[in-house]
């Protein structure tokens, strides 16, 4: 199993580590049952994500998912936020070993479970096509 | 500074073994079932091989068949049992929570094929005890199959005791040695083992070569058919510079036993020492029943992958039983056999070493590895729920 340079790149110098207080979402996704859990902070002004900030347990490719997700939907409007696609945060990275592929259906669902949390936050309605679809709960992926 | 602390995954060639091993491939390469003069050469080296390994674990040269390493030896060893027990309706097997997969996979088939197989628990310190065996042996108990040390905590087992009791209910007893064998003593004679599987390259020898042993008299089932090789027990042009290498590598770690035992332990010890000063870090595994190289802690909040990689970086090589390297979701069958849950068992961290590793190495390990640890820490929220709690 190799990673890629850019994989080591973010896993060795993560982006936006850290935790935002008050934010405006927070979601939390992945289990200690299969070693990997990411929580994802959103500061949101006027729909605009103007500061995102994330903690990780995990392997190598979930702090890299996490750090390259964090870039990929900071300065971004909700709704460019929530086209995020784990397939994009895998290309971003140059790739992920196939084993490795659920660490970026991770940050995916982190994204959208932070959005989630936002949108209940307003009490506001997420678009049902938004919603998060597995919560990244692992336990269904085994 | 480079240091190799993943001895229990395998470790370098010994000059000596090495040594050994060259003019195999280029003077002595014949075959040694070969009639002329280059293959008889070969077949010399196969017999004092041979001869080596016996004298060595206290067996008769008859009583080894060579392998291409442990897992082929645990599967035949099973096997054999099997068969020998399916003959006479006993279809009974006795062995471990925390065997290596060579051993639990070929009993997963066993059972598949009608097998009943008690998995004995081997508790907090990562021992099974001797009262369980006794308890768990049946009339219908075809084999007792216990790890001499184990491949991830290092727990040495009670396997002169469980002989002993095995020899005296009358039931057939194997160990899977890979992890002991040049590291501690081996007598299979005086520890009463029927069948003992060991592996070349984890004292320093060649990859590829192993030893099946097996008592004289009991009926091996081959599992590799072809050629009359091993006395058509094992099938294949013997790999004789592998084997070769294999003979002289034992040969210098018995040898060298009795100074490398406590020097080992030393660099262990204060390894271990150092590790626990850290905060949240536990030993996995009895502490004194223990292979000398092995040092096994679960660093507490984070995962394992990520903390090999940072130590990779900075030039130390060891392994984990987190989920992330074994290419499952599930962390280590050993360690959540010990009781660990599942976060601790994710953040496990093996360092096994070896008579190479140095004093000044251990230094390095113990000064590398707390600021990647706090460094982890401040990016993990296991780590900072369980401070919250706390």
Redesign the interface.
């Known amino acids: ?1 190799l990673y890629s340079e850019k994989v080591m790149d973010h ?2 110098n ?1 982006r936006n ?2 935790e935002i207080e008050n934010a405006d979402g927070v979601g ?1 996704v992945g289990n ?8 994802i902070f959103l500061k949101i002004d006027d729909g605009i994500i103007t500061d995102v900030k ?10 890299a998912t996490s750090s390259i997700a964090t870039e990929m939907i900071m300065g971004k409007s909700i709704d460019e936020a929530l086209k995020l696609t784990n397939k994009a945060v895998a290309e971003a990275l140059d790739g992920l070993p196939p ?2 592929m ?1 660490c970026s259906v991770l940050a995916e669902e982190g994204v959208r479970m932070a959005l989630l949390d936002y949108y209940t936050k307003r009490g506001e309605e997420m678009p049902e096509e938004c919603r998060p679809k597995c919560g990244g709960d ?1 336990s269904e ?2 | 500074m480079n240091v190799y602390a993943d001895n229990a995954a395998t470790t370098r060639v010994s000059k000596a073994a090495l040594d050994s091993m060259l003019p195999c491939f280029t003077e002595t390469y014949g075959n040694a079932s070969s009639p002329h003069h280059i293959g008889q050469e070969a077949a010399k080296l196969l017999i004092a091989s041979r001869k080596t390994i016996a004298d060595l674990i206290g067996a008769e040269p008859s009583e080894i068949i060579f392998t291409s390493g442990g897992s082929e030896a645990d599967n035949q060893a099973l096997v054999t049992a099997a068969n020998l027990g399916a003959k006479k309706g006993k279809k009974h097997i006795i062995s471990t929570k925390f065997e290596h997969h060579a051993i639990l996979h070929t009993l997963n088939k066993l059972e598949k094929e009608g097998f009943e197989v008690t998995y004995l628990d081997v508790y907090e310190n990562g021992v099974v005890r001797l009262e369980d065996v006794e308890k768990a042996i049946r009339p219908d108990t075809a084999l007792v199959t216990v790890m001499y040390a184990n491949n991830e905590i290092g727990t040495i087992q009670p396997i002169t005791e469980i002989g002993a009791l095995c020899k005296e209910k009358g039931v057939l007893f194997h160990t899977d040695a890979v992890q002991a064998a040049g590291h501690l003593p081996i007598n299979v004679k005086e520890q009463n083992i029927d069948m003992l599987s060991l592996s070349a390259h984890k004292f320093h020898g060649p990859k590829g070569a192993g030893v099946f042993f097996v008592r004289r008299g009991i009926p091996i089932s081959a599992i590799i058919e072809g050629g009359a090789q091993e006395r058509g027990k094992r099938a294949g042009t013997e790999n004789i510079p592998a084997i070769v290498g294999m003979a002289a590598a034992l040969q210098e770690a018995c040898d060298n036993m009795a100074v490398n035992m406590p020097k080992v332990q030393a660099l262990r010890d204060k390894l271990i020492d150092g590790l626990l000063k850290m905060d949240e870090v536990i030993l996995n595994g009895d502490r004194e029943n223990r292979l000398p190289g092995n040092v096994n802690v679960s660093v507490k ?6 903390l090999l ?2 130590l990779d ?1 900075q030039g130390i090589c060891a392994s984990s039983g ?3 390297t074994s ?1 499952s ?3 280590s069958h050993v360690l959540l056999a010990i009781g660990l ?3 601790v068992a ?1 953040g496990s961290l093996r360092l096994s070493l070896s008579e190479y590793n140095t004093e000044e190495e251990i230094d390095y390990i113990l000064e590398k590895l707390p600021p990647i640890v706090e460094r982890l820490r ?7 729920r369980m401070k919250e709690v706390k």
């Open positions: 199993m896993f060795t993560p580590v850290g939390e200690a049952k299969c070693g990997d859990i990411m929580k994330f903690n990780t347990f995990g392997c190598g490719a979930a702090i084993v490795k659920h692992c992926c085994e | 909040g984070i995962e394992g992958e990520s990689m940072m970086i987190s989920a992330c290419g979701l599930d962390p849950i599942h976060e994710h401040s990016m993990s929220p296991v780590w900072k």
